[in-house]
């Protein structure tokens, strides 16, 4: 079965940066299907990035556009995140997860197989 493993979060200082990574097990060649979320304490979980149309280039969320960057690896079956310029209010839990269909939308309700999730905290 799909298995999805993050890794990479951690405590960063304002304007730092930080790479995150979305290890898939039991994937074929639609590493295109994860996005990446994320979920700040008491608030809904959001979409960050994912790919969505078949030209293959990735949707990011205005929030981060400019900061974030999502990159396939698929020879290691694996999904990065860089996260640049972070603010506090990039303060949340982050996850990876699968669309449930090859093509659609980023929002959290189309995907499944989700992660463990990586803590990133962003304070001085």
């Known amino acids: 079965q799909v298995q999805l493993v993050e890794s990479g979060g951690g405590l960063v200082h304002p304007g730092g940066s930080l790479l995150l990574s979305c290890s898939a097990s039991?994937?074929?060649?639609?590493?295109?299907?994860i996005g990446w979320f994320r979920q700040a304490p008491g608030k809904e979980r959001e979409e960050v990035s994912c790919?969505?149309?078949?030209?293959?280039?990735?949707w990011y969320d205005a929030s981060v556009r400019g900061r974030f960057s999502m990159t396939r690896d698929e020879t290691k079956k694996t999904v990065h995140l860089q996260m640049n310029n972070l603010k506090g209010a990039d303060t949340a839990t982050y996850y990876c997860a699968r669309r449930r269909m090859a093509w659609g939308g980023c929002h959290p309700s189309l995907y499944d197989n989700w992660g463990q999730g990586t803590r990133v905290t962003v304070s001085s």
């Open positions: 790919t969505s149309r078949a030209d293959g280039n990735a």
């Open positions: 039991g994937i074929g060649d639609d590493l295109y299907r």
